[in-house]
């Protein structure tokens, strides 16, 4: 399979083509700069901001939910420079895919999910859903993923299916902590294994749940059969190439990764503030093609920017 290869100091990054989201691979001692630099405060993306994504391009979406917009910016741009607004209501999640096609989250008042097709230039309706999707994700054979928090279930569905059918993929539609229940379920990530794991917030763990089982693993949690870490209402998650975790605590107000030596706390590590090192109530994250770490700070109403140390210049080439 054709890759897109990074070599920077002892920092390896690989990228599969077929993905369009960055999905680096780390050294084990990779460390952030713990002071973050503000990307974008509330005058730009308003208050609350829960949705970002960061393509293969180095191209950032945040979903503005005050003003029901999508900021778009391109690679070195210090202001949005492209603003895409809609007919949608307070979007909690979105995704891109490789061809610039963004599924919005619109359940909030309309039990939808759009997406806003990139070649026309206009919204469709590509999901019928029972309330708000806190996560979205497009698996690498076109299913569309959508975590319904107020419902305690993930629902997907097959986007070349013109019925517009869904399926549950996990939780019993009933809040509980068994094996084959959630509670408030919130992030989500498929690996191209089509692995689904779950960040479970009110559990305090995250899921996962092999391709096709109804009944989840705790990977992470006071729960899991292995040690790991003890979280408080995980509601961010991204896997890198190796399947370390990198876990957003919205109640520790950090974030948390997995690797070779364990779980260690990343950036946040000295509790809730609005400090440059620190986050409060955060809900998700994405990286950028040089393994910086992006955070929505929800509770400080910005987009913080935490640059991987040690890093020199440099950016992902065509092998």
Not at 104 to 132: R, Y
Not at 156 to 184: F, I, Q, Y
Not at 196 to 207: F, K, P
């Amino acid at each position: 399979m054709k890759q897109l290869i990074l070599f920077i100091d002892n920092f390896f990054f690989s990228l599969l083509v077929l993905l369009s989201f960055n999905q680096p691979k780390y050294c084990p001692t990779a460390k952030w700069n713990p002071n973050g630099i503000t990307f974008a405060n509330q005058s730009i993306v308003g208050q609350d901001p829960l949705a970002i994504f960061i393509n293969t391009n180095n191209t950032i979406y945040v979903a503005n939910q005050e003003k029901n917009q999508i900021l778009v910016w391109n690679e070195g741009s210090i202001n949005p420079t492209r603003i895409i607004q809609g007919n949608f209501s307070s979007p909690a999640s979105l995704f891109v895919t490789s061809n610039g096609d963004i599924y919005i989250d619109d359940g909030h008042l309309k039990n939808q999910v759009q997406k806003w097709i990139s070649s026309a230039n206009e919204f469709d309706i590509v999901m019928n859903v029972k309330g708000s999707c806190f996560g979205l994700f497009v698996d690498i054979n076109d299913n569309l993923y959508c975590s319904m928090a107020n419902h305690h279930q993930v629902v997907k569905r097959w986007l070349k299916d013109s019925a517009m059918t869904s399926s549950v993929v996990a939780g019993t539609g009933t809040s509980g902590s068994s094996s084959n229940e959630l509670n408030r379920p919130l992030g989500i990530f498929v690996d191209v294994n089509l692995d689904l794991y779950v960040a479970d917030c009110e559990n305090h763990r995250v899921q996962l749940f092999q391709s096709g089982q109804s009944y989840g693993i705790t990977v992470v949690g006071t729960k899991s059969p292995i040690p790991t870490i003890s979280l408080a209402c995980p509601s961010g998650i991204v896997l890198d190439t190796q399947k370390h975790l990198f876990i957003v605590e919205l109640r520790n107000h950090r974030v948390v990764g997995s690797g070779p030596f364990g779980f260690r706390c990343l950036v946040g590590c000295s509790g809730e503030g609005f400090q440059s090192h620190q986050l409060f109530n955060p809900y998700t994250l994405s990286f950028d093609l040089f393994g910086n770490m992006f955070v929505t700070d929800q509770g400080n109403s910005r987009i913080q920017k935490f640059e991987l140390i040690g890093v020199t210049s440099g950016k992902l080439k065509k092998s």
